[in-house]
């Protein structure tokens, strides 16, 4: 019976692939936020980079497409490519319940734990629900980690912003004592002159339920071909030794996950 299903997945996700073969695409519009390092973010020459855009970039290499890149601030992220704007998603996004029934995803790209970080000088001890109960915590809204912190971490006091820059500076300042995300975005941050005041507390674990199964490429829902073509590149990326070359520059581990 389980040969059965594996047998059916297995030409299902062949036919998806020969339908975005079939449909030929050649050139993609990138989406992606360009406000979240080291994942993606903005140089101050104007260059758009960081793992995220590497990737991009590479997927595109490898499967011979013209891609372009278009930023978008998180929040009309996902309208923006519903409207047309773009045709992926590529930001460090999710791949939830909740979003797949506005979009459709390719495999995970990468699958890190969420972390907190507190100021150097903070007396919480403790990365749980129990040691951050009655703090004020700070996420970048519209994300898992603001659901999160919500659901999970609803005992304290939590703070909701447009971007994850604007959390970082209340905390610096004060204004909130500890915050959550991505817990390699975080250590980015902290290992930068900008991140000097502060410290990582701890990681906590996902829950798949909030935290979905790793950051995948988001597609209009029609698109499913395209999303493929992506999880073949991925695929190809992490056979090729190109995934472990890009990972390496920006982590001290293999982010893939599990």
């Given amino acids: 019976m389980r040969i059965m ?3 059916a997945v297995a030409a299902i996700a062949l ?3 020969s339908g975005a073969e079939a449909k030929e695409w050649t050139k993609v519009r990138m989406g992606t936020e360009g406000a979240y390092p080291p994942f993606n973010y903005t140089t101050a020459d104007g260059t758009l980079t960081g793992f995220d855009i590497e990737i ?3 997927l595109c290499d ?4 013209e891609c372009t890149w278009v930023t978008q601030d998180w929040d009309g992220i996902i309208p923006g490519l519903v ?3 773009y045709d992926t998603i590529l930001a460090s996004m999710s ?5 797949m029934e506005k979009i459709s995803f390719s495999e995970k790209y990468y699958n890190t734990p969420p972390g907190i970080a507190v100021r150097k000088d903070s007396e919480l001890s403790e990365a749980s629900p129990e040691g951050l109960k009655g703090v004020r915590l700070g996420a970048q809204g519209s994300t898992t980690h603001s659901q999160f912190a919500e659901e999970v971490l609803n005992g304290s006091d939590v703070a909701l912003y447009p ?4 959390y970082k500076l209340d905390l610096e300042n004060g204004r909130v004592d500890a ?3 991505d817990v390699m975005a975080l250590e980015q941050w902290i290992s930068s002159d900008k991140g000097s005041c502060c410290k990582i507390l701890g990681t906590m674990q996902s829950v798949e339920e909030i935290h979905g199964k790793g950051a995948g490429i988001g597609v209009r829902k029609g698109d499913e071909d395209l999303a493929a073509l992506f999880t073949k590149g991925i695929a190809a990326l992490r056979a090729n030794g190109k995934y472990k070359e890009i990972n390496d520059k920006y982590f001290k581990f293999d982010v893939y996950g599990e």
């Avoid at 490898?62 to 497409?65: A, D, I, P």
């Avoid at 791949?95 to 979003?99: F, G, K, L, V």
Wanted: overall charge negative; cysteine-free; glycine content about 8%.
């Fill in 5 to 7: 299903r594996l047998a």
């Fill in 15 to 17: 036919a998806a692939v």
């Fill in 56 to 58: 991009g970039n590479a």
């Fill in 62 to 65: 490898e499967l011979k497409l």
């Fill in 83 to 85: 409207a047309g704007k």
């Fill in 95 to 99: 791949i939830t319940p909740e979003r």
């Fill in 163 to 166: 971007t994850s820059e604007e």
């Fill in 179 to 181: 915050v959550v995300d």
